[in-house]
């Protein structure tokens, strides 16, 4: 597609569900990130991809949270067992390589509340 | 946790101001990238910057790569009400993958006619 697209844009959950954010990365971009926005703040690292491998996971808060990424493409992020602090939107992003300097394109986010 | 410290918090403007946001960081970057963020979107790259002391301009955008290293500022001029959003700064660090980046808190702008 032309842009990194996120789905769904928003989800209400309800405390101790899970739920998967799924993220289709701008075509032929190698590289894939998963950050988390809190209301108010900057951007936090969770997870990135280099192809279906992750190299940098270390951003993940706790081991509710996984992600995947399949034939170098789609990405889905699982959170288990979800907790009132997971709210948040969750921005994954893009670029061509890992390498430096590949420009970093982002989604519009899933919105996710947890009730 | 977040390395990076932005400011301001927040600036009212009238159109036609410049406006300035500077973030500092505890730690030394290899390169400092500047975001803005409109309301229910991503943010969008302004300008990255990947030497020290490197001054880069986007239009009525400027920002500069601290000599340091450890601090980068944004500048606009002649400020009109698109520019309304929060701006980020992000930095990555000399040891981490291209990708993880470390944001500020965001600067948000609001600008008056």
């Known amino acids: 597609g032309a842009g990194v697209s996120q789905s769904p844009s928003n989800k209400v959950t309800e405390k101790g569900k899970d739920v998967e954010l799924r993220c289709d990365p701008i075509s032929g971009h190698t590289a894939l990130y998963w950050y988390r926005q809190s209301l108010g703040q900057g951007l936090e690292f969770l997870i990135y991809f280099q192809g279906n491998s992750a190299p940098d996971k270390s951003g993940l808060p706790s081991d509710r949270f996984s992600a995947e990424r399949t034939g170098g493409s789609v990405s889905t992020l699982t959170i288990q067992r979800t907790q009132q602090e997971d709210s948040a939107v969750y921005l994954c992003?893009?670029?061509?390589?890992?390498?430096?300097?590949?420009?970093?394109?982002f989604g519009e986010g899933s919105w996710l509340t947890v009730v | 946790g977040q390395q990076l410290n932005q400011s301001p918090q927040s600036m009212f403007i009238q159109e036609g101001e410049d406006v300035s946001m500077n973030c500092t960081s505890s730690?030394?970057?290899?390169?400092w990238l500047w975001y803005k963020q409109d309301p229910g979107e991503g943010p969008v790259l302004l300008i990255a910057l990947y030497k020290a002391g490197e001054l880069t301009s986007n239009g009525r955008l400027t920002a500069q790569f601290g000599i340091t290293r450890k601090d980068s500022f944004l500048n606009i001029s002649a400020s009109i009400p698109s520019d309304v959003g929060i701006y980020f700064c992000?930095?990555?660090?000399?040891?981490?993958?291209?990708?993880?980046?470390?944001f500020g808190a965001g600067t948000q702008v609001v600008v008056t006619p």
């Open positions: 992003a893009s670029s061509r390589t890992g390498v430096a300097g590949n420009t970093i394109y």
């Open positions: 992000a930095g990555q660090t000399l040891t981490d993958s291209w990708g993880k980046l470390q």
């Open positions: 730690s030394i970057f290899n390169t």
